[in-house]
């Protein structure tokens, strides 16, 4: 499966964006999906993720109550809602494939990585 990831910008601080990831194929609906992001200097880290089903969701503390996951398996895309956006928000955004149905956040529980996109909030 090849994911792409789109939607990031600059934005300023407070603002939105909504982030989409495509998948190649059908092939990821019966996987969960995962949102991760690396900042300046930073490890990549666990924002957000969903089961295969969509029903369930998981969040870093970081973005709860800001963030939204959600997928639509008829497109075989995911998207993060961002809300609120802060300054240390800013980083490059990569969606994941799991390895399994349910949500991890390690990130070797995931096994094809999209090209990420960069994400600037201006404060």
């Known amino acids: 499966v090849q994911l792409q990831a789109y939607g990031g910008g600059l934005v300023q601080a407070g603002g939105s964006l909504r982030l989409s990831c495509a998948a190649s194929?059908?092939?990821?609906?019966?996987?969960?999906m995962g949102w991760f992001r690396q900042g300046p200097g930073k490890e990549r880290e666990f924002l957000s993720g969903?089961?295969?089903?969509?029903?369930?969701?998981d969040y870093a503390d970081s973005v709860k109550g800001r963030f939204a996951i959600s997928r639509d398996n008829a497109k075989n895309t995911v998207y993060l809602q961002m809300n609120s956006l802060k300054a240390e928000d800013t980083a490059v955004y990569y969606c994941?494939?799991?390895?399994?149905?349910?949500?991890?956040?390690?990130?070797?529980?995931?096994?094809?990585w999209g090209q990420g996109t960069q994400v600037t909030v201006s404060s």
């Open positions: 969903i089961d295969y089903t969509g029903r369930n969701t």
């Open positions: 994941a494939k799991s390895r399994y149905t349910l949500v991890y956040s390690d990130l070797s529980d995931y096994d094809d």
């Open positions: 194929d059908r092939t990821y609906s019966g996987y969960a």
